[in-house]
């Protein structure tokens, strides 16, 4: 079931409200022909369209636009092709948008990579989005009663935390922004040490979980609850290696909270497979979607950000379908660009048996589903290593609902958190917290596993056992690159193309531009 979070048919007048807050004069005049942060925020229907134009910060992520930075879904490009998961199709000599995802393929980081500074931008923007809505509610000229005004904060709070954090694990000491900027002089940020990001985030979180729901009604799934963000602190608390503090949070997520796996079926792959059904979104093993509405006839993929001037028209789609699905170049149906690939290192990660390998990879002969148009088998000439990405696809997903007419976007949603990685973030607490050896943290990792019909793990290296677990269980979803930064392993996957440096991504020089020198370049580039 669709939540009812359908950001963007709000976006404009949001877009005007930042405009008013940041735009100010000596007169102080009120603008006769559009709406200030003094005059919009009022009800909770206002309040509603502001918190919804920073959850459409997180689609913009992975945005398509011509008009801005002129961004390509590239934050699939930051997440997977850096990965030894994913590699790029493509052939010596590519230029431009394929060319920029190559670079991210080969670990060529440049400050002045596109792609890091769309993903800068739609974070803070984010950010920002967040603090307009925590500053509105404490000005007291609403009408929200108490209990509004608690939910709107914590919703508010989980969100700038989401946004924080994802920048700490990109850029290790990001700006810390905790008010709206006001003065036109003074908009730059300086970095924020570790510990000062850490400790906002953290409490944005426990506020979070003391003013949200335990769950949101029908209308409103999607959005934030308590549990939520309960289980993003605890996944904080393992970046920061605070293992006392993420095995609290962890085990009052399992014990209280309401998430479970999908386990019920006799086919094994199919626990795994429901996880990412088009029709099974929000499910009972969601602890974070990012929301995609449809279908809509006027879909176009080069809007698929909030901020372009057409955002009006456009919908909330992701571009996943035509840049993940098989190269229409090389003779698949449906013209797919394939940019994005999986690599023989990860098939080969899979144990025999393991039915969550059918379930993320195309190999040849296949049955191939082409949206909700038709089945052929996969041919692996489509792409260089001969493998496809399955996953979010496949039989599940062949519903000719779940993709606009012209079949340039999706509507399934982005799994960004599931309850899986709740129990192998508890694992691994528990595993670290026990010098790398805990028995009951393997308990974690087998029920992951049995879900899948898979046996309990005969490894008797726990900490390779949970990071295998992880490879696998969530392959394709946004957390390779981190494990990879966070874990310090980039010399063993990636041999001599590894600097160190390489575990945060340079700052865009156009901030630091910007910045006037308060923003300083991360060491080596």
């Not at 909700?372 to 996969?378: R, Y």
């Not at 489509?382 to 599940?396: A, C, D, M």
């Not at 295998?468 to 874990?487: K, N, Q, S, Y």
């Amino acid at each position: 079931m669709k939540s009812k979070i359908f950001y963007k048919p709000r976006l404009l007048t949001i877009f005007f409200i930042i405009v008013a807050v940041f735009s100010c004069n000596k007169l102080d005049l009120q603008p006769l022909d559009r709406l200030t942060s003094e005059t919009y925020y009022k009800t909770a229907a206002d309040f509603d369209g502001a918190v919804f134009a920073a959850y459409s910060s997180i689609q913009d992520l992975w945005g398509t636009s011509t008009e801005n930075l002129n961004e390509r879904g590239q934050f699939w490009g930051i997440t997977l092709a850096t990965t030894d998961d994913v590699t790029i199709n493509g052939k010596a000599g590519d230029q431009g948008d394929l060319g920029k995802n190559k670079d991210l393929d080969n670990l060529f980081f440049r400050a002045s990579d596109l792609p890091l500074a769309s993903a800068y931008s739609q974070i803070y923007e984010g950010i920002a989005r967040a603090n307009i809505v925590i500053e509105a509610i404490d000005n007291g000229s609403n009408e929200l009663t108490d209990e509004e005004k608690k939910t709107f904060s914590g919703e508010a709070k989980f969100l700038r935390a989401f946004f924080h954090f994802l920048a700490v694990q990109m850029w290790g000491t990001p700006p810390l922004v905790l008010e709206v900027k006001k003065d036109i002089n003074d908009l730059a940020s300086p970095n924020a040490t570790s510990d000062e990001l850490y400790t906002a985030i953290l409490k944005d979180l426990q506020d979070a979980y003391t003013d949200l729901p335990a769950a949101q009604d029908a209308s409103n799934l999607g959005r934030a609850n308590k549990w939520t963000a309960r289980a993003f602190e605890g996944k904080v608390n393992v970046w920061k290696k605070d293992w006392d503090a993420a095995i609290v949070s962890f085990k009052d997520v399992i014990t209280n909270g309401s998430f479970a796996m999908f386990d019920g079926n006799a086919n094994k792959q199919d626990n795994y497979e429901d996880a990412f059904d088009f029709k099974k979104e929000n499910g009972i093993e969601s602890v974070f979607e990012v929301q995609y509405g449809g279908p809509f006839s006027d879909d176009n993929l080069w809007v698929f950000d909030d901020t372009h001037s057409e955002n009006f028209k456009a919908s909330q789609g992701t571009g996943r379908v035509w840049y993940w699905d098989a190269s229409g170049d090389a003779g698949a149906p449906g013209g797919g660009l394939g940019w994005y690939i999986p690599t023989q290192s990860l098939l080969n990660e899979y144990e025999a048996g393991d039915p969550r390998l059918a379930a993320n990879i195309y190999q040849a002969g296949d049955d191939y589903y082409n949206k909700g148009e038709s089945v052929v088998p996969f041919d692996a000439a489509w792409s260089s290593t001969g493998l496809g990405i399955k996953k979010y696809f496949g039989p599940r997903n062949a519903n000719s609902a779940a993709y606009a007419p012209h079949g340039q976007a999706g509507y399934n949603n982005e799994r960004w958190f599931r309850y899986s990685e709740v129990l192998l973030l508890y694992a691994e607490a528990l595993i670290e917290k026990g010098g790398g050896v805990s028995a009951e943290g393997m308990i974690y990792i087998d029920q992951v596993r049995a879900r899948v019909g898979l046996p309990a793990s005969a490894n008797a290296d726990h900490r390779a056992a949970l990071r295998h677990e992880r490879r696998v269980e969530l392959a394709f979803e946004p957390h390779r690159w981190f494990d990879i930064t966070r874990w310090g392993i980039g010399s063993q996957i990636f041999g001599g193309a590894w600097k160190d440096n390489y575990n945060v991504f340079p700052f865009p020089q156009s901030e630091i531009t910007r910045s006037n020198g308060k923003l300083k370049q991360n060491p080596g580039y």
